[in-house]
């Protein structure tokens, strides 16, 4: 794949970067498979951070990468989201561990925590150098300056080459970027898609001024934009598919390409946008993203698809509510958890019961 300047920096990264997040329940032997093959398509960078399958991400890159030359694959990972250790900062979400343990992800970006997680992610990947670490999101309850400078610290041990962020405002990139003086803020990572363009009304124009890159996440919308049918209940999906069936569906025919191949290249021409972090669990699903890097859309196709699409914007809370809910049924299952024990119970066969 054609390889991209990102921001100031001498990061080189293709247009398509492959997120290690799993959507789906996989073996690790099916994961390893995947991130293989995706190096042999030309996915020459990969996404990851600690909190993907709590470690595991992390770990099923490391074995792929005893196999690959380490300057074939770039390692892009992240700090900031502890789920363990001491309880500090604002709570992202919560879930319940395999000992019905409620349990918190929080925003930590805190010097010795930040250290630690660069450390760890070191060790789990079995390299020496990570080639961009980002902020997961930020924490408010840190200075910037403080996480910054222990980044730049490891940056100077040689422990990492690039400095981004993840989840922040444009204002908070104004101010990652003070904090950062004059080692260039090399990414941000927001959410971007045609169905959510908040990140075009600030973020792009200011990442375009100061020349940061931007790899967007959730580039197909979860897969909403791939065709796949999400497990939510919003009025905007019913409304996006029909756009998708009516606009969508006929360019990528005409193109005698996939519908998500369409999706991704709109969004690596949008202007300010470096790179597309894209998931897949499949390897029909990573042939069918590559079309993007070599689909050529005409001017009137981006604008229509553009235009489309901005009439059924996904709001970026329907995630939040569903998660709401989960979150509900999962403290429930806690409460009923520690309830059992309390009583001598053991909770997985008080689970198999019901
Ligand atoms: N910084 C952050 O806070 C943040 C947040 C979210 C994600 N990310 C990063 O961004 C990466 C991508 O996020 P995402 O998974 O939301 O990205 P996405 O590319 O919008 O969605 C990926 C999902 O779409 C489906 N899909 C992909 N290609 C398809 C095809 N050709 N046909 C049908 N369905 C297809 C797959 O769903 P199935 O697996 O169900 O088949 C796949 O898992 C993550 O891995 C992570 O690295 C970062």
Request: contains cysteine.
């Amino acid at each position: 794949m054609k390889m991209r300047k990102v921001g100031r920096t001498d990061l080189r990264l293709p247009a398509l970067v492959l997120g290690a997040m799993a959507r789906r329940q996989s073996s690790d032997k099916e994961r390893i498979k995947l991130f293989e093959a995706a190096i042999d398509q030309g996915f020459n960078a990969i996404d990851t951070a600690p909190l993907y399958g709590f470690g595991r991400a992390e770990q099923q890159l490391g074995t792929v990468l005893k196999h690959v030359s380490r300057n074939q694959v770039q390692i892009l990972t992240k700090v900031g989201l502890r789920w363990h250790g001491e309880k500090h900062g604002e709570v992202l979400f919560e879930f319940t561990d395999g000992n019905g343990r409620l349990r918190q992800v929080r925003k930590d970006s805190r010097p010795e925590s930040v250290r630690l997680e660069v450390l760890q992610s070191l060790e789990r990947l079995g390299v020496e150098t990570l080639d961009l670490v980002q902020i997961h999101h930020p924490d408010l309850h840190t200075p910037f300056a403080d996480t910054m400078g222990t980044l730049l610290d490891m940056r100077r041990e040689g422990k990492l080459r690039h400095i981004g962020v993840s989840n922040f405002s444009a204002e908070q990139v104004r101010a990652a970027q003070i904090a950062l003086g004059e080692v260039p803020l090399c990414s941000v990572q927001p959410d971007y898609s045609l169905v959510r363009r908040r990140a075009e009304l600030e973020l792009l124009p200011l990442c375009r001024e100061l020349d940061i890159g931007v790899l967007v996440f959730s580039p197909l919308a979860e897969g909403l934009l791939a065709g796949k049918k999400l497990k939510v209940s919003n009025p905007a999906v019913q409304k996006i598919e029909m756009v998708i069936h009516e606009v969508l569906f006929p360019i990528a025919q005409d193109h005698g390409v996939s519908p998500a191949a369409v999706v991704l290249a709109w969004v690596i021409a949008q202007p300010g946008v470096t790179s597309a972090i894209t998931g897949a669990s499949t390897i029909e699903q990573l042939n069918q993203q590559t079309q993007a890097t070599k689909l050529q859309l005409s001017k009137s196709e981006i604008q229509l698809l553009g235009t489309a699409f901005s009439e059924v914007q996904l709001p970026y809370s329907w995630e939040h509510r569903e998660v709401g809910l989960r979150k509900i049924v999962r403290r429930g299952r806690a409460f009923l958890g520690r309830a059992a024990r309390r009583i001598g119970i053991d909770p997985s066969k008080l689970r198999r019961r019901r």
